[in-house]
């Protein structure tokens, strides 16, 4: 028997106000109530809006078609129609409309371009980074090594022969940077993707992908440490660094009696330093793993912090001040310290190595050695039982390191 159609008419239409369901004929329907919603998903304005409902390979489906406010009876009809004629083919109305829609969508992306793309995954993520230098290495990156090939194209059009053709030049000769440079033109695509800007596999994906291309970091990143000063010159280098003067000498010596990383050291403030209690409390956004750190202090380190108040400049809470105003000390400038003392051999991370270097030789406790590094515990059954900071044995593990810098031995 033929299912009739057309039942509704337009006053039917109009004066149904009560909420429910009024049937059209072949599948199309007028869906009243608080529920009611467009085309879109998106609640009607009048409680008012069409369905289409179907059956294809055994499964119920219904599809929206619009409010009444946007589409008349007829208009639906139309839409109805087409639908029917679809699903008579075998085409599932709804995924034909989701694939139009994702592709109208992709063909307006193709104004958005992969420098573009970069620009607003990086603003979108600049506040999540620990500091702006951070951010600063993206954009310095993606500038010198991506943008000269792909800034320009839609970033819809990005494909593995363009990742290639970026790290390829310099996977051998710099393997850290391409590396870092690899996963953030993931990132940048993988956020694309998220925003309906591009379809498919992420071209710079590495595992089964790009592995398959280039060699693995290991086997052409040659490991480069720190320079280092070996941990029994470290007393004579003292007493060479006590005739050097400025902030910067403060800052270095700071730093190598609290075994501290330089951008903590040199962004270290007074409110951050507890005299009394005898700790520099180090904050999270500050840390490399991310959490506040309490770093015991020495006689000899708050004897650092004296020298330093003799240089605090009113109204500036940073302990060691750069030559801007309200701006701490360089990263560079201990660096450029270290040159000035004929020591180019060394670098100011290094003598973190040298601390570490004399804990194992001088029998120390490794995880006191390394909680005073502020490093991360890799076994998680350790990390788990050890849940304190060692506070007062890392205190005196400094005390011990700080009379070796002194001493004539060292």
């Known amino acids: 028997m033929v299912r009739a159609l057309e039942k509704l008419s337009p006053v039917a239409v109009r004066n149904a106000n009560k909420a429910g369901m009024y049937g059209d004929g072949g599948g199309l329907w007028l869906h009243v109530g608080p529920n009611a919603l467009d085309a879109d998903g998106k609640p009607t304005k009048t409680g008012k809006s069409w369905l289409y409902r179907y059956m294809i390979n055994g499964k119920a489906r219904e599809m929206g078609l619009g409010a009444l406010h946007t589409v008349s009876l007829s208009e639906a009809r139309e839409l109805a129609r087409e639908a029917r004629k679809q699903v ?82 310099i996977w051998t000769e710099k393997a850290e940077t391409a590396s870092r440079l690899r996963g953030r033109i993931e990132a940048v695509l993988s956020y694309a993707t998220t925003h309906g800007w591009r379809a498919g596999e992420n071209p710079a994906r590495w595992r089964g992908h790009l592995e398959n291309v280039l060699p693995k970091k290991s086997k052409v990143a040659k490991v480069e440490h720190h320079a280092a000063l070996p941990w029994q010159e470290i007393s004579s ?51 490399k793993a991310g959490r506040e750190n309490r770093v015991p202090l020495t006689a000899e380190a708050l004897a650092v912090l004296d020298a330093a108040e003799g240089l605090r400049m009113d109204e500036v809470d940073y302990v060691f001040p750069g030559g801007k105003k309200d701006a701490p000390l360089s990263n560079m400038a201990m ?9 180019d051999d060394l670098t100011a991370h290094g003598f973190r190595s040298t601390f570490r270097d004399w804990a194992a030789e001088t029998g120390q406790p490794a995880d006191i050695a390394e909680a005073a590094l502020a490093h991360v515990i890799g076994n998680k059954t350790v990390a788990a039982y050890q849940r ?3 506070l007062d044995r890392r205190r005196k593990l400094m005390e011990e390191w700080a009379a070796f810098c002194a001493s004539a031995g060292g």
């Open 88 to 169: 008579s083919q075998g085409i599932d109305p709804l995924e034909a409309k989701h694939a139009q829609r994702k592709a109208r969508k992709l063909e307006a992306a193709k104004a958005i371009t992969f420098k573009d793309c970069a620009g607003k995954y990086i603003a979108a993520n600049r506040a999540a980074w620990r500091n702006e230098k951070h951010a600063a290495q993206w954009e310095s990156t993606l500038t010198t090594y991506a943008y000269p090939i792909a800034g320009a194209l839609s970033v819809g059009e990005i494909d593995t022969g363009h990742v290639t053709k970026i790290l390829q030049p």
């Open 237 to 287: 280098f003292m007493m060479t660094l006590d005739k050097e003067k400025g902030v910067g000498a403060l800052a270095l010596r700071f730093a190598i009696l609290t075994a501290a990383r330089t951008g903590e050291v040199i962004g270290a403030k007074w409110s951050e330093i507890d005299r009394e209690t005898k700790v520099w409390t180090v904050p999270g956004d500050r840390m």
């Open 335 to 343: 660096l450029a310290l270290l040159r000035r003392m004929k020591r």
């Open 388 to 390: 304190g900071d060692l």
